[in-house]
């Protein structure tokens, strides 16, 4: 298969991207933007995209330490090496800048629906960005050399099902109370009550 290599900038934006109050960058944007001002990035061109780009071949487009906040949602999972993107998202944002999104957590069924979807993610998979290591379960931080701050990792449940949803939101309070009931959870109920996302918060400090 062959990459598409084609960075195509529609409004010019690269090049001022240093001199910009504030930087929010979408990745994978789609039809919609979680932020109104945001610069977004996809591989398929349509109204909302500002820069045309397949990001599985990193942002060597984007200037370093010049995003205030990047913003993916249900993007990463598709991506093919997941620690060179992380890598490439640490070294464009600005310092104090954050790295916010949404994954799908391993044990949705809907999941393995999707055959484009490339890397499952769980409750620990950001601590391999750290050396924080915020869980009692403690993981390797020698593989890469990306130091981020985890300020927020929640665990949501959902079902498209309405019923069923209420339930799911209740799981959604009751397992991300505490450490340890994020950990109970993934450690002893994941394979029983499957979970719909991670909700993320990372910050380059």
Known sequence: MVKNSLIIDKKGLITGLQNMHKVIIELGCGKNKRYKDSIGIDLIDNETVDIVADINNGL?????????????SHVLEHLTDVGFIM????????????????????????????????????????????????????????????????????IIFYSPFKMINIFRKGYTVIFNSSRFMKEFYEGCMSSFLPAHEIEFELEKP
């Open 60 to 72: 060597g487009f984007l200037p370093d330490n010049c995003a205030d906040i990047i913003y993916s």
């Open 87 to 154: 890598a490439e998202i640490y070294r464009v944002l600005k310092k104090g800048g954050k790295k916010i999104g949404l994954v799908p957590h391993f044990s949705n069924p809907f999941y393995y629906s999707d055959f484009t979807h490339k890397t499952t993610f769980g409750l620990y998979t950001f601590s391999y960005f750290t050396r924080d290591q915020p869980f009692k379960r403690k993981v390797p931080s020698h593989y890469n050399d990306i130091h981020f701050k985890i300020n927020k990792i929640r």
